[in-house]
């Protein structure tokens, strides 16, 4: 069934509905639109949120971020924050998808159905006008008629009149000759426009409408299929994004899964550990025997060397010296004005940057006497006078930057030696690689990197700065017929010294020999590559 067989007089009827098709895709567009700009003021809302409770120092400044309930949060607000992307991509994939598309739509529909109406419109004006013709032609040749019958009657009355003369009758005869005449030709051409109206008007309503009318019928049943392609966008653009809308939700179970209350216990002893020895018991003082009072050997006090040392508070209000308020320090190059824990780490900082810089001195010393190389054997490509300046410069660091880490490394060695005093351990810390927070990876600026504590033992040697930091250990590794047991990276580390070797968190490792005591542990990867990490780094098992 179709619009040019059934709806062959409804014109008008035709005219509204289509009007009424075009109408509702604009209206669509519209709401579409308008969802658009709720979904972008949403994602904009989400992201100024995000903004706001975002920390504003960096990680590496901020000490809160070595939390795991920081570290949560944070990841819990990226992950909000990709959520808000997500809607904007929603947004956006509505606006080319749907808005744009559906507007340049919705006008070339408008314009077909126009030419379709215009053309109806003419086709009812070519038969309208046909049918004014036809009704001219027929309302001519009854007056014709009439005119002839008229004419014959009064030809009939003066040819019986005997009182008219033969001039009078024969005039009336010719009057109504030529009316009859005419009478007939108007019949004849309102007969051949009768003909051809018929002709035109079955045309017209047989197969000029009823083309025009399928064509409209084609048209709005394209609009209406278009249109619900575009409702299926709707769903459609929000089905695109719910993956990673359900990652971005994962990730914030994980966030909060992570949370772990005793490792930020342990985190913040390892931030904010003085190292000093805990206060002995105040002694009794005498006084009523002051010749013979004496001040406690256990006050607060401060030896020649300028650095506080625990004491007996005696009248001293600083007896109780961790509770009481703390004094304003000029901060000094040693950080001798820190408590000993804080005081090794900072200094321990300290060490590992200019290590670094050392490091990429000596790089680009190398580098820069490999140009001159090429400079001497081919002129052409420059001036090997040109990089002496340069060079100059280079070793110049270099001496300064040997110097300061030799500076560094006594200073860590004696605030490592007061922060061992004050525990009474007997064993020397600075000769293995501190464990690791579980917090953070153990090459973390905080912590401090275990290639460069080593080197408070072996500072570079002012011959050459190619010298491993790790001299104890030897490349050349006696091959055992077979592991002796199993072991597992609970952390990262970078093996970037002569005799280490790299290793990634969680990877399985061949155990090749036991620590000796050093803190190292020699391993053997499975790809290859044997060589020594820290120990502390490791979860072993013998086999």
């Not at 001798?336 to 005081?343: A, G, V, Y």
């Not at 050349?476 to 077979?482: A, I, L, R, V, Y």
Request: hydrophobic share 30%; glycine share 6%.
């Amino acid at each position: 069934m179709d619009w040019g067989t059934e709806l062959w007089d409804q014109f008008e009827v035709l005219e509204r509905h289509t009007q009424w098709g075009l109408d509702l895709l604009d209206r669509y567009v519209k709401f579409v639109k308008e969802r658009t700009e709720v979904e972008q003021a949403y994602a904009k809302q989400l992201r100024n949120l995000v903004k706001k409770y975002l920390p504003k120092r960096p990680a590496k400044d901020d000490p809160e971020s070595k939390f795991s309930q920081q570290q949560s949060f944070v990841q819990i607000l990226q992950e909000v924050n990709d959520f808000a992307g997500q809607r904007e991509l929603v947004a956006e994939n509505l606006s080319v998808r749907v808005c744009l598309e559906l507007v340049k739509y919705s006008q070339e529909m408008k314009q077909e159905r126009k030419m379709h109406f215009q053309e109806g419109r003419r086709a009812q004006q070519q038969v309208q006008s046909g049918f004014k013709q036809l009704e001219n032609s027929k309302r001519k040749f009854e007056r014709d008629c009439r005119e002839a019958e008229k004419a014959a009657q009064t030809a009939e009355r003066l040819d019986q009149d005997i009182n008219a003369t033969k001039a009078d009758v024969e005039k009336a005869k010719q009057q109504a000759h030529l009316r009859s005449h005419m009478a007939e030709e108007s019949k004849n051409e309102y007969a051949a426009q009768l003909q051809r109206f018929n002709r035109d008007q079955a045309h017209f309503y047989f197969s000029q409408m009823p083309q025009i009318f399928d064509k409209l019928q084609d048209m709005d049943e394209r609009r209406a299929t278009r249109l619900g392609a575009g409702y299926g966008l709707l769903s459609e653009a929000e089905l695109q994004v719910v993956p990673i809308i359900a990652k971005c939700l994962e990730g914030m179970k994980v966030a909060a899964d992570a949370v772990d209350a005793k490792n930020d216990s342990q985190v913040l002893i390892e931030l904010h550990k003085s190292g000093f020895a805990r206060p002995g018991d105040v002694e009794f003082e005498d006084f009523s025997q002051p010749m013979n009072r004496a001040p406690s050997d256990s006050s607060l006090g401060t030896p020649s060397d300028g650095r506080p040392e625990l004491r007996g508070p005696g009248r001293s209000r600083a007896k109780r010296w961790p509770f009481g308020k703390k004094n304003k320090t000029v901060a000094l190059e040693d950080f001798s004005h820190l408590p000993p824990e804080q005081q090794r780490k900072r200094l321990q900082q300290q060490l590992e940057e200019r290590n670094r810089e050392l490091q990429k001195e000596v790089d680009q010393r190398e580098a820069l006497k490999k140009m001159k190389d090429v400079y001497e054997k081919t002129p052409q490509m420059g001036d090997p006078a040109s990089l002496e300046p340069r060079i100059t410069e280079t070793l110049s660091n270099i001496e300064r930057l040997k110097l300061e880490v030799q500076k560094y490394e006594a200073w860590l060695a004696e605030a490592e030696s007061r922060v061992l005093s004050n525990r009474g351990d007997s064993l020397g810390r600075h000769t293995r690689p501190p464990d690791p927070p579980s917090s953070a990876p153990p090459d973390s600026s905080s912590n401090g990197s275990q290639d460069n504590k080593e080197s408070s033992e072996e500072p570079p040697s002012e011959e050459g700065q190619d010298t491993p930091i790790y001299t104890e250990f030897d490349e050349d590794f006696e091959e055992p017929t077979s592991p002796i047991g199993q072991c597992v990276a609970i952390y990262h580390f970078e093996g970037s010294s002569e005799g280490t070797i790299s290793m990634t968190e969680g990877e399985d490792l061949s155990l090749m020999e036991e620590d000796k005591g050093d803190g190292w542990t020699r391993v053997r990867r499975k790809q290859g590559g044997e060589g020594y990490v820290p120990t502390s780094y490791l979860r072993v098992s013998l086999n």
